[in-house]
C-alpha cells in the first residue's frame, strides 16, 4: 500500500509519518555531531591537512547506529549542520540531503571493525608524501606508540572503492591510523576531538621522517614503542593521589 505525501504527486510508503519522524529526530540526536563535522572540517583545511574539498570526517552518534558524515564535494565554506548527512551503519540515508562523502566505504569498514567513535581521512602533504615512498612509517618518534605501533602504509586502490576500504582494514590491524598509497591519511579514535589530534601528530611524524632522511636517521626499537604504548594510556591531566 502506497499513500500521498504532502508533497502533490509523490507516492511514499504507507509508514511515511514514520520516516519522517524518523528523519526528524535524527536531526536533533545528531545535531551536535553534525556541528562537529562541520567544525573540524573547515579547520582541518585551515590547518593545511586537506586542499580544496578534499578529505572527510565521519562522528558515530546516538546509540551507535547512526553516523554523521561529511558530503561529497561540498566547499567547507558552504557546509553547515543541516547539510552534513545521517546515515545507518549500512550506508542508507535517515536524514541525508546531498551524497555523503565518496569514502564512504571506508568509514562503514572502520565502525564494522572497530569501536571508533569519530573518523578523520586527511590528504596532508607530509603523509601523502610518506605514502608513495614507504611500506610503514617506521619509529622515527616515540609518539607512533600512540597509533600502536608503526603505522602502516595500505595497498593502492581507486579512492571510493570496496577494494580501497579492503585495504585499509588490512593496513589498521592493530592500529588507530594508516596512509593510504599515493592517497593520505586516515585515523580513528573514541572521540572526534581524539581522531583530529591524531591526524595532526601523524602528520608531523611523517614530516619529522621526512626531513630525517635527507641523512641515516636512528630508529626506535620496538621494545621502547611498547614501552611508551603503555606509559601513554595513563598519560594526561588526571587527579593526584589523595585528592578525593
Not at 499513500?3 to 519522517?20: F, L, M, Y
Not at 620496538?222 to 603503555?230: A, F, G, W
Request: proline share 8%.
Amino acid at each position: 500500500m502506497v499513500r500521498t505525501s504532502p508533497v502533490e504527486g509523490t507516492k511514499v510508503p504507507r509508514c511515511w509519518p514514520c520516516a519522517r519522524a524518523s528523519a526528524i529526530l535524527a536531526r536533533v540526536e545528531l545535531l551536535e555531531e553534525r556541528r562537529q563535522v562541520v567544525d573540524h572540517c573547515r579547520r582541518m583545511r585551515a590547518e593545511g591537512l586537506v586542499v580544496g574539498t578534499s578529505g572527510n570526517i565521519s562522528v558515530r552518534g546516538g546509540d551507535g547506529d547512526l553516523v554523521a558524515v561529511s558530503p561529497s564535494g561540498l566547499d567547507y565554506d558552504e557546509m553547515t549542520p543541516d547539510l552534513v548527512g545521517v546515515h545507518r551503519l549500512d550506508g542508507s540515508p535517515v536524514d541525508a540531503p546531498l551524497r555523503p562523502t565518496t569514502e564512504m566505504p571506508m568509514h562503514l569498514a572502520v565502525y564494522a571493525r572497530t569501536d571508533a567513535r569519530a573518523i578523520v581521512h586527511t590528504h596532508s602533504t607530509s603523509a601523502t608524501v610518506l605514502s608513495t615512498l614507504m611500506d610503514e612509517v617506521p619509529p622515527i618518534h616515540y609518539l607512533i606508540a600512540m597509533f600502536g605501533g608503526p603505522v602502516r602504509v595500505a595497498s593502492y586502490a581507486t579512492y571510493g572503492t570496496p577494494e580501497l576500504a579492503a585495504s585499509m582494514i588490512t593496513a589498521l590491524e592493530g592500529r588507530t591510523a594508516c596512509l593510504l598509497a599515493n592517497h593520505g591519511a586516515i585515523t580513528y579514535a573514541p572521540t572526534l576531538a581524539g581522531a583530529y589530534s591524531q591526524a595532526v601528530y601523524l602528520e608531523w611524524i611523517c614530516d619529522v621522517y621526512l626531513r630525517a632522511s635527507a641523512g641515516t636517521p636512528r630508529l626506535l626499537p620496538p621494545e621502547e614503542i611498547e614501552k611508551v604504548r603503555e606509559k601513554l594510556t595513563a598519560y594526561g591531566p588526571g587527579r593526584t593521589p589523595g585528592d578525593g
